[in-house]
DNA sequence: CAAAAGCTTCCGATATGCGGAATAGATGGG
DNA sequence: CCCATCTATTCCGCATATCGGAAGCTTTTG
């Protein structure tokens, strides 16, 4: 980051795509693989109509016989798709099928699949899985439950900054305290208008979540929402992640609450298990190998 | 121009590896950008464990400076992710926000979830998501159910070869005609073993299949395994998807197949209704837009 | 049917990425 | 504890792969 400022003025009137709002990251800096992982992001960004080589070109501010190569590329190692028809592209399938296992630590989706969806049915919420990226939280997988409800976390793959809401700070409690530090240090400023403001009243909070073993607050972001999250912790006690439950305030009440939490700690504390799969003799884990899928 | 041809001219000569068959796809040719992907999906099939630098340099025949930099490009753009501590290289969790929204034509993934999820909960077995990529079916998602069954299309992003299996056969038999002579003319050969191997019969399972709306038969593939899929219909009448049903013989038997079918028939439609959110009059589809993930 | 916009190919100039070699750091063994 | 080995990182000159202007070709628009 910072520093890129090409110096190419823009043009911007433009205007039509109304498509990605503000970011429009530039087109990638300078090497091929960065203008072709910009064109991914771009993609995905448009995924809903597709983009057009020329949309694409203008966007990221590439010319189009420079794009048309990129994407050339792209489509024959699968992560890009055209629509011979529409001319429009989309990601390809094989990216997905590559990120099936990105993000995935130790199998952590896989094996808090079930659990999810054990945790949606019994409590017929929305259960999420988040995971920590950097200054933000992850959502990794989220299992709906019959509770019409959204959290703006929602969609898979979404982020949030660490802070805010209620997984967050499941996760924030948990960390080792140099990196707590650094994350509040770094997210203090972005939680502006969305989170916490007062860095007093954050660390309160914390201590409040590292104590209860559980953060569960109207998040205030959503009247009528609150959420409940219990961090997912490794052998040495520190979080990887963060089980996340939002639903509307009444469905948390003093009676429920206490149920919610222990049910969360219980499969928190199975994951747990799975994660350090590790018996002291027979030290092998999953390892199926061999075949591979060629 | 069909262009589809994933064969590249291949000037094979390079040399330095040819010698070893199978594995080691090659460095990825020659640009940067096929570079860098090639590491990315070295690293996806390394994820348990993580590439160091020099496995990534040897598997794919660069040299350690290349690897280097190309590294630190994809842990600039968030593509992979480096372990400081072990100097293990894993892909990065914003590929796989990326892909979250990849292969996702018409957010069939979204809409289908809940309805794997209630279906997977029905009929207490496995049920599979596939769509169509080129030659191959991709499973897309999955729920598992309570039955402790695994099908070797089994993981999200696995593929299989169009027309092996029975998701695969009821998308082949709701292709346009075209489409179905070319896949067939090309998977013929793919299928040796694994399939059905005699054209005759193969069409004839194709008809069959248009004919009832549904594929069902022991696979044959592992003794004692049946599976049952249904197309997901575009308003045209074409496949899109498949939905798949995988567990032991004795569960689909004359007695509850009639039933199971039914039920994926009803779903599929349902699927079929929300990917043509079209109302002659208020054409406009899902759109909530606006806001975005920011 | 003409015009415009978009897509693709070609090609020369040059910036970009490449890899050999040398340095720094980590790891392990004697 | 020090040395040998392996790995990661930096540097730099050379060459190649990439870029983009221009022009041909195709599709859409009016």
Redo the contacts between chains.
């Keep these: 980051m910072s520093a890129d400022t090409r110096s190419k003025p823009n043009k911007g009137s433009g205007g039509e795509n ?1 498509g ?3 970011s429009l990251e530039e087109a990638g800096g300078k ?7 910009a064109i ?2 771009l993609l ?2 448009s ?2 109509t597709g983009a057009r080589l020329t949309d694409i070109s203008r966007a990221l501010d590439l010319t189009p016989p420079t794009v048309h190569r ?1 994407l050339k ?2 489509v ?2 699968g ?1 890009a798709e055209a629509d011979k028809a529409t001319k429009r592209y ?16 130790n ?1 952590l989706r896989d094996i808090c ?2 659990i999810l ?1 054990r945790l949606s ?1 019994t409590l017929r919420d929305t259960i999420f899985l988040l ?1 920590r ?1 950097g200054f933000d939280a ?1 959502c ?1 997988d989220r ?2 439950g019959p509770f019409p409800i959204r959290s703006f976390t929602g ?5 949030v900054t660490l802070g805010v809401g209620q997984g967050s700070l499941a996760i924030m409690a948990f960390l080792h305290e140099e990196e707590r530090e650094e994350v509040i240090r770094f997210n203090l400023p972005r939680m502006q208008g969305v989170g916490i403001i007062d860095e007093v009243y954050l660390r309160t909070e914390i201590a409040r979540v590292r104590d209860l073993g559980y953060a569960s607050r109207s998040t205030g972001l959503l009247p009528g929402m609150s959420g409940v999250a219990v961090p997912v912790l490794d052998r040495d006690g520190h979080a990887v992640a963060a089980l996340s439950v939002g639903t509307i305030s009444e469905r948390l009440n003093e009676e429920r609450l206490p149920v919610v939490v222990d049910i969360l700690k219980r499969e928190s504390a199975a994951i747990s298990r799975q994660l350090n799969p590790f018996d002291p003799v027979l030290r092998r ?1 999953a ?1 199926i190998l061999g075949g ?3």
Tied chains: 1, 2.
């Design positions: 109304a990605a709002p503000g090497s091929s693989l960065q203008r072709g992982l991914l992001r995905a960004s995924n809903e990129l590329i792209l024959e190692e992560m989309r990601l390809g399938i094989d990216l997905f099928g590559l990120a099936a296992q990105a993000g995935n630590p199998n699949r079930p969806l049915a995971v990226s992850v990794l299992s709906e969609d898979i793959g979404g982020r884990p390892a591979g899928p060629a």
